[in-house]
């Protein structure tokens, strides 16, 4: 299944889409410093395949994108930085 991750910024979280299907979400609350990562969630008709790595992932690459920095209050996000060390360099503070 190929996703599409994107800002919605009016409803502050990252949408990760197939086709049109909304299948996974990253809500975060911005600040001056960084986006705080608050929750991550998957549609739970397709949980177990990966796609709340790949979600996660392609919000952090926008992150990056975008010069800024993350906290991640999520503990999914904190778990998908702590299994990829590329991304530690995200981290605010």
Sequence with gaps: MDIVVTDNPAASRYEG???D???GFVDYRPTAEALVFVHAETDPTVRGRGLGTVLVRGALDDVRRRGTKVVPNCPFVAEVIDRNPEYADLLAG
């Design 17 to 19: 889409r197939a086709g």
């Design 21 to 23: 299907d909304l299948v």
